[in-house]
């Protein structure tokens, strides 16, 4: 399973058209998209109305990325039922102390709660859930936090007997090594979610050898190509003094009014206007 990062229900839909199979609705994007650190500084409403917002306007599933859950065990169950309600397929915390830093600043702050604070953060996390088929993602950042292979694989283990239905473990490390070293350790049955920012070249492929890994996250490409296309669009405009040259590379008016729904807006008119 695949799931491409979205910071809005336009990104949202480019990721269903593109045939992935969920969106990660990411906090890391949305955050850049607002124009601050990825550290917690955006409230819960932005993030959960965003997500919401997402979840209204694909076929595909959310999954919400609640970094720390936005305090302790208290402010997880809230959180929790509240992406519920809004649709989300899973949900996504990290083992980090709030307010967080984003995981591949250098230099950034990546201090680990225990594991028992934790544990308590995933059983108020499963309450929230009640009855629903929401899938909670149990995030470890050991790795990360330079703690090490040995207690990444403490944590994702003391997770999973928590009760979390997947266990994401994130590296920093340019080449999937120490990734790979894990799922090899790794002797439990819940799967496993990798994000291969870090380490792009491995692949899909790869990942479906372990054996170990079930979901694929693309955390931050959909922002990173936005951002560089939209510089080179806009420096080229300033350089001719017009948009002749850029208006057959950049997306045509009529693809972005068929993206807003056009279509289905239309069909309500013929409905319902006289």
Not at 137 to 151: N, S, V
């Amino acid at each position: 399973m695949t799931a491409m990062a979205a910071h809005n229900p336009l990104t949202a839909c480019l990721v269903e058209e593109a045939g992935f199979d969920a969106v990660w609705a990411s906090g890391f994007e949305l955050s850049a998209s607002m124009g601050v650190p990825d550290a917690s500084i955006l409230s819960m409403d932005e993030h959960l109305t965003m997500t919401r917002r997402m979840c209204e306007r694909v076929s595909i599933p959310v999954i919400a990325d609640i970094d720390t859950g936005f305090g302790n065990a208290v402010n997880v169950h809230y959180a929790v039922r509240y992406y519920v309600n809004a649709g989300a397929a899973a949900v996504v915390m990290e083992d980090k102390y709030f307010p967080k830093d984003t995981s591949l600043r250098e230099g950034g702050r990546q201090k680990l709660v225990s594991i028992e604070e934790f544990n308590g953060k995933i059983r108020a996390a499963l309450d929230a859930c009640g009855d629903s088929q929401v899938v909670l993602i149990a995030r470890t950042e050991a790795l990360i936090a330079g703690a090490g292979l040995e207690e990444a694989l403490f944590r994702a283990k003391a997770y999973s007997d928590a009760g979390a239905d997947m266990i994401l473990v994130h590296s920093k490390a340019n080449t999937p090594g120490e990734l790979l070293a894990f799922t090899q350790r790794w002797q439990e049955s819940t799967p496993v979610v990798i994000v291969p920012t870090a380490y792009p070249q491995f692949d899909e492929r790869q990942a479906e050898q372990t054996g170990k890994i079930k979901l694929v996250i693309y955390g931050n490409h959909g922002i990173r190509a936005l951002v560089r296309s939209m510089r080179e669009t806009f420096a080229q405009i300033r350089r001719d003094a017009g948009a002749a040259g850029t208006d057959s590379v950049i997306a045509s008016v009529k693809d972005i009014i068929a993206l807003q729904g056009d279509a289905h807006m239309r069909a309500i008119e013929k409905q319902y206007l006289v």
